[in-house]
């Protein structure tokens, strides 16, 4: 009931997107307003020039700067047709342009605003994005209210109950609907087809609450007013007709009167015969769910689907709709004992599922991608255009693009010796640190190796606890490995084997590599890769600095590190500057 419900929606849509309501026409603008009146009437009806239409359509405008035809009707209509052919994040893509980039026109045009924003609320709706479909559909009505137009408010109320009917509460919801349905009366004329959509919008609420019979009554209702609008050439009214009737005759084998659904069921079909709109993927899921649970129509079923296969494959072989109906023909398979075929669909359906779900992972990613692809692409057009102004006043702009050069080039030369200033200050600072840091590491071994080791506490001494014994033994183990760590380093330079680990130097000196992790944690407050890497770029700079003939990949593989990039990384991180600007600074000072 909800997809017949969106099928109305874009119906209504349709009746209210007529861009010669609200186009004014001068010259021989005639021809523009034809092609597009033929895109919105043949969108969804699978003609596959209507891109190329819209594409002639925008080139000839874009030569008078669009004085005939806005930019942002042409950008309706590629969003229209994409609305059609269930493709709603294109849909989007050229619909929020409008509302982001064309604000102005829109504001000074308020029925495309409420066309532009009701088509928005409708693609948020079809992707589940209940709260951007809220919100755009509330847009169209304090926009419609704004300016007294009470037959689109009527349809923009409709239009409201339908996208908040997951979120709200019955009661409230059946309000919304009387109230629109108070102001479709009171319009004159009445819109026929809003009053028919308020009962079906009415009924379908029922039919969630499984109380068949009263839904089975507003379906009546809105049956008599498609009835009442049928002629010979109103091929939408048989349509509607046809759609009501076969949602009847579901309502009427849920509640086990056969007879009774095989009736509607052929007045759906006389109905559905005079009409040549194409069968969509939500009417094909009511009829679908009417053969499953009337039973013994697999005939019927399969006929239905095999006609229309290439049809919906065309549209979105991937979809929810086409998830249900691969799994609702396997259920019929399996109910009439064909177990292969039902495997089959059910093997279909199952690939449609997973592909859906990752849809849905990058679906929000795709649609930013798509609006800035659409974004950029605007960019260039404005570029281009803004390079043809600019022509006639060629000279005097590369005049100024000169002079501005010219001040920006003064300005990154002003940089550069700020930059080099400040490296060679950082380069002395680095250089006294090092030297510093290597004069503390001589004393603190001096000094430790000199330490007396801790003795024992005497049995007659004041009693202490025996974790500060502990911890005690723990600091003179500490300072005993700390100094065969540094001893074993400098002397063996085991730091300059871009492999060695934590086992590895725990098996040189014989202790464990978490004594190691420890130790090194302790005395140098860094993790062992941290401390690996600052011996490392105390090495390189030395070669750096001593040597202007090795490269720097050199330096970096002598230095023990894996590779030049991550090389580059880490001194780059320690010391602020580059290892070239390292050497270039200390060939400077010398």
Excluded at 435 to 445: S, V
Aim: hydrophobic share 35%.
């Amino acid at each position: 009931m909800k997809q017949t419900g969106l099928l109305l929606l874009l119906t209504l849509l349709l009746s209210c997107s007529h861009p010669s309501a609200t186009i004014t026409t001068t010259g021989n603008s005639t021809d523009s307003i034809y092609n597009i009146d033929y895109i919105l009437d043949n969108s969804g009806k699978k003609d596959k020039n209507l891109n190329q239409i819209i594409d002639s359509i925008e080139r000839r405008e874009k030569l008078s700067n669009y004085a005939t035809v806005p930019h942002h009707r042409i950008m309706f209509a590629r969003g229209y047709i994409a609305s059609r052919e269930l493709k709603p994040y294109i849909a989007l893509k050229h619909l929020l342009y409008i509302f982001q980039n064309q604000a102005q026109e829109l504001n000074d045009s308020p029925q495309d605003y409420i066309q532009t924003a009701s088509l928005i609320s409708n693609e948020y709706y079809v992707l589940n994005r209940i709260d951007e479909a809220i919100r755009y559909s509330l847009l169209a009505i304090d926009k419609a209210r704004s300016i007294n137009d009470m037959e689109q408010y009527a349809k923009l109320k409709m239009n409201h109950c339908l996208v908040i009917s997951d979120v709200v509460e019955t009661a409230e919801l059946i309000n919304q609907i009387h109230e629109a349905r108070k102001i479709s009366l009171s319009n004159n004329p009445v819109d026929s087809s809003l009053l028919a959509w308020s009962y079906e919008l009415e009924a379908d609420l029922y039919v969630n609450k499984n109380e068949y019979l009263q839904a089975i009554e507003f379906l009546n209702y809105a049956l008599e007013i498609h009835q009442q609008m049928i002629t010979t050439q109103d091929e939408n009214s048989h349509f509607m007709s046809a759609q009501t009737y076969i949602t009847i005759a579901w309502c009427y084998a849920m509640l086990k009167q056969n007879n009774t659904a095989d009736q509607y069921y052929a007045q759906w079909k006389e109905h559905a015969a005079l009409s040549t709109h194409v069968l969509s993927m939500q009417l094909y899921n009511t009829l679908m769910e009417y053969y499953k649970i009337r039973g013994g129509m697999l005939t019927e079923a399969t006929n239905l689907f095999f006609a229309h296969e290439n049809e919906f494959n065309s549209v979105d072989s991937m979809s929810l709709a086409t998830y249900a109906i691969k799994y609702q023909l396997s259920e019929l398979y399996r109910m009439n004992g064909d177990y292969k075929s039902a495997l089959k669909y059910q093997l279909e359906a199952s690939t449609i599922s997973d592909t859906l779900t990752r849809r849905a992972n990058y679906a929000i990613g795709s649609e930013m991608a798509a609006i800035y692809e659409l974004s950029e692409k605007q960019k260039q057009i404005e570029k281009q255009e803004s390079e043809i102004r600019i022509r006639s006043s060629y000279i005097a702009f590369l005049s100024i693009l000169f002079l501005l050069s010219s001040i920006f080039a003064l300005i990154l030369w002003r940089n550069y010796q700020k930059r080099t200033r400040k490296n060679h200050i950082l380069f002395r600072q680095i250089q006294k640190l090092s030297r510093l840091n290597r004069e503390f590491e001589e004393i603190r071994r001096q000094m430790t190796s000199t330490a007396k080791p801790l003795s024992t506490s005497e049995p007659n001494t004041l009693d202490t606890s025996e974790a500060d014994d502990n911890k005690e033994a723990t600091e003179s183990d500490d300072m005993n490995l700390y100094l065969k760590i540094a001893n074993c380093m400098q002397q063996n330079k085991l730091f300059l084997n871009p492999k060695l680990t934590r086992e590895d130097l725990a098996a040189e000196l014989g202790t464990n590599k978490t004594y190691i992790s420890n130790t090194i944690r302790h005395q140098y407050d860094q993790t062992f890769t941290e401390y690996l890497n600052n011996l490392r770029l105390e090495y390189a700079k030395e070669l750096l600095t001593t040597d202007n003939q090795i490269k720097i990949e050199v330096v970096a593989l002598m230095s023990g590190f894996n590779s030049v990039r991550t090389f580059y990384r880490i001194f780059h991180n320690s010391y602020g500057v580059t290892p070239n600007e390292c050497r270039n600074i200390n060939n400077e000072q010398d």
